[in-house]
């Protein structure tokens, strides 16, 4: 058992350019997330997907599309990166909403100069 | 809609308590805690559900005052394994998918 794992695990990008983060989970969990983490604010939510098929704007949405074809892989992108989005991000997935345990993956250090 | 976490930071010896405090403005359906070491992702602690619901989990455990939107973590005869930085996350009534996260609490245990 991987729980949530997350590719790549450090990036560095030049503004303009664009990337994909893929996390993937083998929990077989419904509900997965998509967060940033910067210093001194904590963790923002940026998408999240209720289901295979489904996504839905988090707290800090803009800048990032995301996609969850498939149950298991939630894919979070950056079409058009900006130093602001320097950041570690982090996925997680739930196997209920707001009432269970949200497992993380081992983050994301992205830097865009 | 981002709670609110006190102290910021707080240096403990091993052996010693810690409580650490987590307000909302909101109304509040639960609240969340987890730790984060450094470097690593955030880990589970415990979820409570319920208005004056308590929780423990070895020598932490935590209570929710629904009414007044708020929650404490507390750490007792604190270990050298207990310093990290401490996350609540809170979830409203109307937003169910959203937990919002405060900015921190991190502990530090020394011998």
């Not at chain 2, 976490?5 to 609240?31: F, H, M, T």
């Amino acid at each position: 058992n991987a729980g949530v794992t997350q590719t790549p695990k450090f990036r560095v990008l030049k503004t303009g350019q664009s990337m994909t983060l893929l996390c993937a989970q083998d929990m077989n969990h419904e509900y997965m997330y998509w967060y940033r983490q910067d210093p001194g604010m904590g963790l923002r939510l940026i998408h999240y997907s209720v289901g295979e098929g489904t996504t839905a704007k988090g707290e800090v949405p803009d800048g990032y599309n995301v996609s969850r074809l498939k149950k298991q892989n939630f894919l979070l992108g950056l079409e058009s990166a900006a130093p602001s989005q320097t950041s570690v991000y982090f996925c997680a997935s739930s196997y209920m909403a707001s009432g269970s345990e949200q497992f993380f993956g081992p983050g994301t250090r992205l830097t865009v100069l | 809609q981002q709670p609110v976490q006190s102290p910021q930071a707080v240096i403990l010896r091993e052996g010693e308590d810690a409580v650490i405090n987590c307000s909302s403005s909101k109304a509040l359906y639960s609240v969340h805690w987890y730790r984060q070491k450094h470097g690593e992702a955030p880990v589970f602690l415990m979820i409570l559900l319920k208005g004056g619901e308590q929780k423990g989990h070895d020598k932490i455990s935590a209570s929710f005052n629904e009414k007044k939107q708020q929650s404490s973590l507390y750490l007792t005869a604190s270990q050298l394994s207990y310093s990290g930085t401490y996350f609540c996350g809170t979830v409203s009534p109307t937003g169910a998918n959203n937990l919002f996260f405060g900015t921190g609490t991190r502990l530090t245990v020394i011998p």
